[in-house]
């Protein structure tokens, strides 16, 4: 089964219209330069009113105000700008994008218009061009710690964890308060498995923020990582109550709901992961292990189906495909997805597992052998059942030492009585021949 992946949580960037400080002396000559400028340009009314909103998060009223300001003013590339960190706060990725486009043919030095957009080319997960607007926001401002973090999340978002790891310490080296470059550099270490290190990180950001949501998320998720279920569901719980449409908080509850075995609870989250993002293939994935739990075999694969059309590379999806084929003894199925998610992760033990298990089915010894001896080597977490199964195939080709001292190594390692009296019960019988 597949823990599901945290969530970053990108850093977006924008910039108020005027914010201007001057020592006594001058204040009355600054406001009367800055009520001139109102004059002559009331868009920058609408364009400072509309960052009010956005601070707030009322999209629509900021929208609405940037896009008053472009009307009085069209070639005022910050509030292009603005209105497509707006956007993209409803994830309007499209439009998003096309603000920023716009606001950097207007002004192409506007150095926060490529980060911006490259958020939003990663919430298309269009992770190249992301990560290629974040370098020329660095280049234009190499102290500009939100392109780092968001460049960070873009490498993160190609699994590429190194190098979003070290842009995530330089966001927090430039700017030690910034609580989303600590919530992202979690959710990396979570994706390198350093569970501690990424409970850490997101501990930091939620003192530092302790209303960001993606930050309980992701610690939930890490302490799934360290199998802490009650902790995950507790941290889950709060990002869903500080944002309610975080869809990947939801999945991130329901993978700890199915490890629970509390399977319709687990549905209920991956249905509504589902409804606030359709293409959130990991849930798809969730859903269907807890419809396998279920023993709803049909609606399983078919939510791996969906699972595997939205992330081709996706190995556990297949693992966990091939397990509902395998319990419809529907064996070269099975073997197939066996082979697709090794093609993806060599390294991958509970594929090897599996597969060996479908060639014991098909008498295929010797393959069967070989794959026991991979997810052994890999150390596979189902170690016990991979030893029993593989006596059974040094049986089968009459290899009874290896046999017998497999068996041993069941009873050794099994928590399953059934299983151990299984093995004690071919010891007697190989050893009394």
């Known amino acids: 089964m597949e823990r599901a ?16 400080n001057a020592v006594p002396i001058f204040l009355l000559i600054l406001c009367s330069i800055l009520f001139a400028v109102s004059c002559a340009n009331p868009a920058l009314e609408h364009l400072e009113l509309g960052d009010v909103y956005s601070e707030q998060e009322q999209w629509d009223l900021a929208i609405d105000e940037y896009s008053k300001a472009i ?27 096309a603000d920023c486009d716009k ?5 192409p ?54 190098l979003s790891i070290a842009d995530f310490d330089k966001a927090i080296e430039l700017d030690p308060e910034l ?16 569970w501690d290190l990424a409970i850490a990180d997101c501990d930091k950001a939620i003192e530092l923020d302790p209303e960001l949501a ?65 293409e959130l293939a990991v849930a798809y994935n969730n859903r269907g292990i807890a419809y396998g739990g279920k023993e709803q075999w049909d609606l399983a694969t078919s939510d791996l189906d969906k699972a595997i059309e939205l992330d081709p590379k996706a190995a556990m999806a297949y693992i966990n495909r091939g397990t509902t084929y395998c319990v419809r003894e529907q064996w070269n199925l099975a073997i197939a997805d066996c082979d697709k998610a090794i093609e993806l992760d060599p390294e991958l033990a509970e594929a090897y597992g599996i597969r060996g298990m479908v060639y014991c089915v098909k008498e295929q010894w010797d393959l069967a052998i070989i794959d026991f001896n991979r997810g052994i080597e890999l150390q596979c977490p189902d170690q016990d059942y991979l030893y029993y199964y593989r006596a059974v195939a040094y049986i089968e080709t009459g290899q009874q030492e290896s046999a017998i001292a497999d068996l041993y190594k069941v009873v050794e390692l099994s928590a399953n009585p059934e299983l151990i009296q299984a093995a004690e019960q071919y010891i007697r019988e190989l050893e009394g021949s």
């Open 179 to 194: 609580a989303e470059a600590y919530s992202n550099r979690g959710w990396a270490y979570g994706g390198k498995e350093r």
């Open 5 to 20: 992946k945290g969530e970053s949580s990108i850093v977006k960037q924008r910039r108020r219209a005027t914010v201007i």
């Open 71 to 97: 009307e009085l003013d069209p070639e005022l590339a910050l509030a292009y700008n603005n209105r497509g960190y707006a956007y993209g706060g409803k994830e309007r990725w499209d439009l998003a994008i």
């Open 214 to 278: 993606e930050a309980y998320s992701n610690r939930g998720w890490a302490y799934g990582g360290k199998e802490q279920w009650d902790l995950a569901i507790a941290d889950c719980d709060k990002a869903i109550e500080l944002d309610p449409e975080l869809a990947m908080a939801y999945n991130n509850r329901g993978n700890a709901y199915f490890i629970k075995e509390q399977w319709d609870l687990a549905i209920a989250d991956c249905n509504k992961a589902i409804e606030l993002d359709p």
């Open 103 to 107: 606001a950097i043919e207007l002004d």
């Open 109 to 162: 030095e506007l150095t926060m218009a490529y980060s911006n957009r490259g958020w939003a080319y990663g919430g298309k997960e269009q992770w190249d061009l992301a990560i290629a607007d974040c370098d020329k926001a660095i280049e234009l401002d190499p102290e500009l710690a939100e392109a780092y973090s968001n460049r960070g999340a873009a490498y993160g978002g190609k699994e590429e964890w190194e």
